[in-house]
């Protein structure tokens, strides 16, 4: 029985009979092919790199298992459809926290059309992608004071600046995300989320470290997605915190170049989540 995801926070929704993304109950996510060449490019790069030996095991963990390509029924009610069947990443989660970041200074790339262009450098000089090398595309987070979630309007979300960026990352690790905007967040989970030796920030250094050497891909409006365990408190084991890029539609060959662009990007989401782990340490130590 396929269903709606409830815990997407950005991208193509499956309501009000739109085409989008639908899940089951043995944790697989079903994204329909888009009808222009972002699907059919999605599905080559997955197939790529399902194959490809020059990948480490290690990184093929911070990408979604793929399982082909299914027809299965569209969430528009218009019959049987192509989809990537991917691992559902926030199956098994009670009330995760997710988050999804758009890494690069740009979102465009080479040879794309003009019209494509426009929308992007639009949207890449509305945001944070130029100023920061990354933007917020959409979270959701358990406040376990109100019992639940927090979740922004997609468009205050684009709206952000680097402070409402900086806040956003701050809230997604806080216990009172759903507090007026004058009390600050209190980031009660950043150390064990953010911070220890599996935390999100230990796997986007480890990230890092592929991306310094990587000339396979280029990953051109990819996104990062956090998630972790929020239910009644936990360890930092219980938190499972997670780390999985996804969205692929424009992924292009690397041909022996580095990825500037993602690794830029990523260099400066590591910078801020450091600052948000460091700066609550520091609160813990000196007892607030």
């Not at 280029?218 to 972790?228: A, D, E, G, P, T």
């Amino acid at each position: 029985m396929l269903k709606v995801p409830e815990h997407q926070v950005a991208g193509h929704i499956a309501k009000d009979g739109k085409l989008g993304p639908l899940v089951d109950d043995r944790g697989r996510f079903y994204k329909p092919l888009q009808g222009d060449a972002r699907g059919e490019n999605e599905a080559k790069f997955y197939e790529s790199f399902s194959s490809n030996k020059n990948v480490p095991d290690h990184i093929r963990g911070y990408f979604p298992a793929y399982h082909g390509v299914q027809l299965v029924e569209a969430s528009n009610g218009s019959g049987k459809l192509p989809h990537l069947a991917l691992e559902d990443v926030v199956s098994g989660y009670a009330k995760p926290s997710v988050m999804d970041v758009k890494i690069g200074s740009r979102t465009w790339y080479p040879d794309v059309s003009e019209e494509y262009f426009d929308k992007c450098i639009k949207k890449d000089r509305e945001t944070t992608t130029v100023s920061l090398g990354f933007r917020v595309s959409g979270l959701k987070v358990f406040d376990h004071l109100e019992s639940g979630f927090w979740r922004p309007d997609k468009r205050v979300v684009l709206a952000y600046k680097v402070d409402g960026a900086r806040t956003a990352l701050r809230k997604f690790v806080s216990s009172n995300p759903l507090a007026e905007n004058s009390v600050v967040p209190d980031c009660a989970f950043a150390s064990e989320v953010y911070g220890g030796t599996n935390g999100i920030l230990a796997q986007l250094l480890e990230l890092k470290a592929w991306f310094e050497t990587q000339t396979l891909y280029h990953f051109n409006s990819c996104s990062i997605l956090m998630v972790y365990e929020n239910e009644s408190g936990g360890d930092e084991r219980r938190r499972r915190a997670r780390v999985k890029l996804v969205d692929f539609a424009h992924v292009l060959d690397g041909n022996g170049v580095i990825d500037h662009n993602f690794f830029g990007g990523l260099c400066s989401f590591i910078k801020f989540i450091k600052d948000i782990v460091e700066s609550s340490e520091n609160c813990c130590e000196n007892g607030h």
